[in-house]
């Protein structure tokens, strides 16, 4: 049964995701104080997230951020309101997954939580080595999604691991910023550009030995990123 925590402070909107996040088998805890949804995630092993952006005692933006600064990398799908542009961009920036505004459709809730936790289920079972890529130091498996340099286990939250893998699947292709978005995120974040520099940024931060100075994942000036093909 997988486990998901939610945090979101309006007791309709926690409710309602409960029930249905039990008619499909997941087993759940709800928080409406931000701090003590945060304080359990720290010390408790879960297949997703739902997290509301403004919380009490701490907010969503902050508790993502720090789950990612503790190497907590399970999904985190993040709510929003619809006037919270900025909210948006600093969720994504900050290692969300993916995020939903709010009023949102339930149907549209299920089918978000569905796509991640199959894909947590993929990364759980996956015991082959298929699709593995090799270059230097660096090792990336797919059918794991799992990253190493020099033998040690990289951690990467999901959407540095996509990111790496396609452009690594792909080495010497120049990707910009709005194709990386459509590619990785699979919707249309028109706008939210710089969040790919972000990302990318702490994605070079854990794999390069000098991120100033890149040898996997490059730059291509006025255009975007692409990975070593040299």
Same mark, same amino acid.
């Given at each position: 049964?997988?486990?998901?925590? =939610?945090?979101?402070?309006?007791?309709?909107?926690?409710?309602?995701?409960?029930? @249905?996040?039990?008619?499909?088998?997941?087993?759940?805890?709800?928080?409406?104080?931000?701090?003590?949804? #945060?304080?359990?995630?720290?010390?408790?092993?879960? !297949?997703?997230?739902?997290?509301?952006?403004?919380?009490?005692?701490?907010?969503?933006?902050?508790?993502?951020? !720090?789950?990612?600064?503790?190497?907590? @990398?399970?999904?985190?799908?993040?709510?929003?309101?619809?006037?919270?542009?900025?909210?948006?961009?600093? &969720?994504?920036?900050?290692?969300? !997954?993916? #995020?939903?505004?709010?009023?949102?459709?339930?149907?549209?809730?299920?089918? /978000?939580? *569905?796509?991640?936790?199959?894909?947590?289920?993929?990364?759980?079972?996956?015991?082959?080595?298929?699709?593995? =890529?090799?270059?230097?130091?660096?090792?990336?498996? /797919?059918?794991?999604? *799992?990253?190493?340099?020099?033998?040690? /286990?990289?951690?990467?939250?999901?959407?540095?691991?996509?990111?790496?893998?396609?452009?690594?699947?792909?080495?010497?292709?120049? #990707?910009?910023?709005?194709?990386?978005?459509?590619?990785?995120?699979?919707?249309?974040?028109? &706008? #939210?550009? @710089?969040?790919?520099?972000?990302?990318?940024?702490?994605?070079?931060?854990?794999?390069?030995?000098?991120?100033?100075?890149?040898?996997?994942?490059?730059?291509?000036?006025?255009?975007?990123? /692409?990975?070593? !093909?040299?």
């Amino acid at each position: 049964m997988r486990k998901v925590i =939610i945090i979101e402070d309006e007791q309709d909107i926690s409710e309602l995701i409960q029930l @249905h996040l039990e008619d499909l088998e997941c087993e759940t805890v709800a928080f409406r104080n931000g701090k003590e949804g #945060y304080d359990f995630a720290l010390q408790n092993k879960f !297949d997703l997230m739902i997290l509301d952006v403004n919380l009490p005692s701490k907010n969503g933006i902050d508790i993502c951020r !720090d789950l990612r600064a503790n190497k907590v @990398h399970f999904p985190i799908l993040m709510l929003t309101a619809r006037s919270e542009e900025i909210d948006k961009v600093l &969720g994504l920036e900050t290692g969300a !997954d993916d #995020y939903l505004t709010k009023p949102f459709s339930i149907r549209e809730l299920v089918a /978000r939580v *569905k796509a991640i936790l199959r894909r947590v289920e993929i990364d759980t079972n996956a015991d082959g080595d298929d699709d593995t =890529i090799e270059y230097k130091a660096l090792k990336i498996d /797919r059918s794991k999604r *799992k990253v190493e340099i020099n033998g040690d /286990r990289i951690e990467l939250t999901p959407k540095e691991f996509d990111l790496l893998y396609l452009l690594a699947s792909n080495p010497g292709v120049t #990707y910009d910023r709005k194709d990386l978005l459509n590619l990785v995120w699979s919707y249309d974040f028109e &706008g #939210y550009e @710089h969040t790919v520099n972000s990302h990318i940024n702490r994605l070079r931060s854990k794999v390069e030995k000098d991120p100033a100075d890149p040898e996997y994942v490059l730059t291509t000036w006025g255009v975007g990123y /692409r990975f070593n !093909d040299a």
